[in-house]
């Protein structure tokens, strides 16, 4: 995360979110909740928003699935499909 500039205490909430998921597999099964987690960002075109999830998950080496919610024809249907097909 040291090749982005953000403001050093959404740095760190950002960061102890993501570490606070990757140990929680286990409580979440217990719960019967899907192991999933999303975060949403947003901002102006060029504000390094794709920079800053590529850096945290190349930090705690994990998958990263981008959805343009820009998308022609992105309905609520088609969305929740997308959502769903995520493994």
């Given at each position: 995360?040291?090749?982005v500039?953000?403001?050093?205490?959404?740095?760190?909430?950002?960061?102890?979110?993501?570490?606070?998921?990757?140990?929680?597999?286990?409580?979440?099964?217990q719960?019967?909740?899907?192991?999933?987690?999303?975060?949403?960002?947003?901002?102006?075109p060029?504000?390094?928003?794709?920079?800053?999830?590529?850096?945290?998950?190349g930090?705690?080496?994990?998958n990263?699935?981008?959805?343009s919610?820009?998308?022609h024809?992105?309905?609520?249907m088609?969305?929740?499909?997308?959502?769903?097909?995520?493994?």
């Amino acid at each position: 995360m040291d090749s982005v500039v953000i403001p050093v205490d959404v740095n760190e909430l950002l960061i102890e979110d993501a570490k606070d998921f990757m140990i929680s597999e286990s409580w979440y099964g217990q719960c019967g909740i899907p192991w999933q987690c999303g975060w949403l960002l947003y901002g102006m075109p060029s504000s390094r928003k794709t920079p800053i999830i590529q850096a945290l998950t190349g930090s705690l080496r994990i998958n990263i699935y981008v959805v343009s919610l820009a998308k022609h024809g992105l309905d609520d249907m088609n969305l929740s499909k997308l959502l769903n097909s995520i493994p």
